[in-house]
């Protein structure tokens, strides 16, 4: 037979209440972190967080917990600035990099995390925070993502970038955007001729356009899926009604990766 499993890895919800209370009575600071980042419910992993000091065992609740929350506590939790930039270097998309990254005020780190951070919304909080506006466009021109380019974008307020970015950057999302933000008319009907002799010259570009309004319609079917199977749209984790349930007029959001659900 093997070993029995610790009351915290339960799934039961009858059970979490003596699972919480279990993490609360730990001492030993590999169990703590253990459960933190692993227990299978949230509130039993945010309990078995509370209980953690040792900032570079925060950090690796913040980098790799399941549940976003517990990611993000334990990065609230961090004041020392070189753990919080290698929590935004290393956390994934829903963690804790995010949160790190808002903390940080030096701006080589900054521009480092705004640049390669794998989740794109910790660049966007590191670029947030950027003063150099040279990085700014240089996001705004090449970021991998078009949300991520945009944000950037609506930052910048010289307009030979904005007509330049309009003009010669591929993403359309991004490109569109731009054309938005210039304030002369006249050019603004120039660039919109320049795309339409694009589109009959070159089909590649056209071929790029139709895969983007494709994989935006996928992404909304496959958010619609989630939805009706009582999933987030925006993760996909089961979603659970809190105790008490919840006002028809109030917002909702999902616990795991913090979007809106109603």
């Known amino acids: ?74 990065a609230a939790q961090i004041d020392d600035s070189s753990l919080l930039v290698k929590i ?78 309009a003009r010669t950057v591929q993403d359309p999302y991004v490109r569109m955007a731009a054309l938005e933000k210039i304030d002369n008319p006249e050019l603004t009907r120039d660039i919109e001729a320049s795309w339409s002799q694009e589109q009959k010259s070159s089909t590649s570009y056209a071929n790029m356009l139709s895969d983007a309004v494709g994989q935006l319609v996928a992404e909304k079917e496959k958010a619609a899926k989630r939805a009706a199977e009582g999933s987030c749209p925006h993760c996909g984790v089961q979603l659970t009604a809190p105790r008490g349930g919840v006002p028809d007029s109030a917002a909702v959001y999902c616990s795991n990766c913090g979007g809106r659900v109603r």
């Not at 808002?102 to 950027?130: C, F, G, H, N, W």
């Open 1 to 74: 037979m093997g070993l029995l499993k610790p009351i915290w890895m339960t799934k039961n919800l009858k059970k979490r209440d003596k699972a919480i209370a279990a993490v609360q009575r730990l001492e030993d600071a590999i169990q703590l972190e253990n459960a933190a980042i692993n227990a299978p419910m949230e509130a039993v992993a945010q309990a078995a967080c509370s209980r953690i000091m040792d900032q570079a065992t925060l950090a690796e609740v913040a980098i790799h917990a399941r549940w976003r929350r517990v990611a993000t506590q334990a």
């Open 88 to 165: 935004a270097l290393e956390a994934g998309a829903d963690k804790g990099g995010s949160v790190a990254a808002k903390r940080v005020d030096d701006q080589d780190a900054l521009a480092q995390i705004a640049r390669t951070a794998p989740s794109a919304y910790t660049r966007v909080a590191a670029m947030e925070k950027l003063d150099d506006m040279e990085i700014v466009a240089e996001i705004a021109y090449s970021d991998p993502n078009h949300d991520v380019s945009i944000k950037a974008l609506n930052r910048i307020a010289d307009q030979h970038i904005i007509v330049d970015i």
